[in-house]
């Protein structure tokens, strides 16, 4: 029986996607729930899978090729079996990898296949298939660009080393890559927010002696006590966070028209960076959870976003947002509000630096912090309010369990 293999049904702020990668090729069998193809739309890879065990008789839209909500991917024959692959050859009479195809005539290409060839300069017609049909797989190409990568220096003969031509210092390749759907929508929103706001941002620093000597004191102990999750320093800014919002509802307020939105939750977005472009997965009525259930919850978005796991669901909505280029050694910067909402905070380096406290100069650990706000909808004496109200928790923690 034919089953069709169609795009997932997109959410209303997805208007189509895009065939990123076919895992499996014509004439290849598939078990029931395994992943076949993956979709890419500008927040989430969507994955489709198989509904019945068979083999994949045929592929509609390959891979770049845009689709819509339940458009026809390609089609899956239920309960057949993939055709034996073709016995090797003899080893004295096997065929070298580079030999052209049988009788002259062009190459039949998987998808994935034809898209390496392209990029790597190879002549389908010159690697033998081992696919169905003599079908030249993804993995045929990887072969022999292998091979003619370590064909020049096998057979170069010694005596003729000193007669290799010489190559230029300077290797000046370049290479043009279709930008990801994400990272186009990213750029989208990123100039977006610079046009449509009146975007400003104020600084601070705050001392992290505090918060490094609490954590320093109770992190196996809070590993042990919440079955291995880790206490790190971006739970102490999640709560501190939460608690400056709800003193400032301004910051933790959007605009929409000509009204102004006040939520009464927080809902706090903690950008990641991932290999597809950065994304901002939302911890979910941040007031209500303890440093660990916000540990556990960044842990589990950073696994997912490596992974391409992240919902639509878990990257929508967010009434604030934290950033924190502190782990790739940025010392200062100043970041993009993600609109809709008003406020972002960005978090940097931490640096030993000479201070002066009480009359003397001392040693602490320092981190400047940065807010960029929507100077329609916060005044200054806010944005900087708020900023103090942050610093002044980091650096005595026990005014976040004292309310004060």
């Known amino acids: 029986m034919a089953i069709e293999i169609k795009a997932p049904q997109f959410p209303e702020s997805v208007a189509d996607g895009t065939v990123a990668t076919w895992h499996k090729q014509p004439g290849e069998a598939v078990k029931r729930d395994e992943l076949i193809v993956d979709i890419e739309t500008d927040k989430v890879v969507m994955e489709v899978l198989a509904e019945a065990d068979g083999v994949l008789t045929e592929i509609v839209k390959n891979e770049g090729d845009t689709v819509l909500s339940g458009e026809l991917l390609g089609k899956l024959e239920a309960g057949a079996t993939a055709s034996a692959a073709p016995a090797a050859a003899p080893a004295e009479t096997s065929a070298p990898a580079s030999a052209p195809a049988a009788g002259g005539e062009d190459a039949i290409l998987?998808?994935?296949?034809?898209?390496?060839?392209?990029?790597?300069?190879?002549?389908?017609?010159?690697?033998k298939g081992t696919g169905k049909d003599g079908?030249?797989?993804?993995?045929?190409?990887?072969?022999?660009?292998?091979?003619?990568?370590?064909?020049?220096?096998?057979?170069?003969?010694?005596?003729?080393?000193?007669?290799?031509?010489?190559?230029?210092?300077?290797d000046r390749t370049e290479k043009r890559v279709p930008m990801t759907r994400l990272r186009a929508k990213v750029a989208e929103r990123l100039v977006e927010a610079q046009s449509n706001?009146?975007?400003?941002?104020?600084?601070?620093?705050?001392?992290?002696?505090?918060?490094?000597?609490?954590?320093?004191?109770?992190?196996?102990l809070?590993?042990?006590?919440?079955?291995?999750?880790?206490l790190g320093f971006m739970s102490f800014f999640v709560k501190a966070s939460v608690e400056a919002l709800k003193r400032f509802p301004a910051v933790n307020a959007s605009i929409d028209g000509t009204d102004i939105v006040y939520h009464g939750y927080q809902d706090i977005g903690v950008a990641v960076s991932s290999d597809r472009g950065l994304v901002v997965p939302v911890l979910r009525n941040a007031e209500l959870m303890n440093l660990a259930e916000v540990e556990s919850g960044i842990a589990t978005f950073g696994k997912k976003a490596r992974d391409g796991k992240l919902s639509i669901d878990e990257m929508t909505g967010g009434t604030f947002t934290i950033t924190n280029?502190?782990?790739?050694?940025?010392?200062?910067?100043?970041?993009?509000?993600?609109?809709?909402?008003?406020?972002?905070?960005g978090m940097h380096n931490i640096l030993q630096r000479p201070m002066a406290i009480n009359g003397q100069v001392v040693i602490r650990p320092m981190m400047y912090l940065a807010l960029s706000y929507d100077h329609r909808l916060i005044d200054g004496k806010e944005a900087v309010s708020f900023l103090v109200t942050i610093k002044n928790l980091l650096e005595d923690p026990a005014r976040l369990l004292l309310d004060i």
């Open 325 to 345: 280029g502190g782990t790739f050694g940025s010392m200062m910067s100043t970041p993009i509000v993600n609109p809709p909402q008003a406020a972002i905070l």
């Open 222 to 230: 809070f590993e042990k006590t919440h079955n291995g999750v880790r």
């Open 135 to 170: 079908r030249v797989t993804k993995e045929d190409l990887v072969a022999a660009i292998e091979a003619k990568k370590s064909a020049p220096a096998a057979a170069k003969p010694a005596a003729n080393a000193a007669a290799a031509p010489v190559v230029a210092a300077g």
């Open 110 to 127: 998987a998808p994935a296949a034809r898209k390496l060839a392209e990029e790597n300069g190879i002549d389908p017609n010159s690697v």
């Open 197 to 220: 706001m009146a975007m400003l941002t104020t600084f601070n620093e705050v001392d992290m002696t505090e918060v490094m000597a609490l954590r320093s004191k109770y992190k196996d």
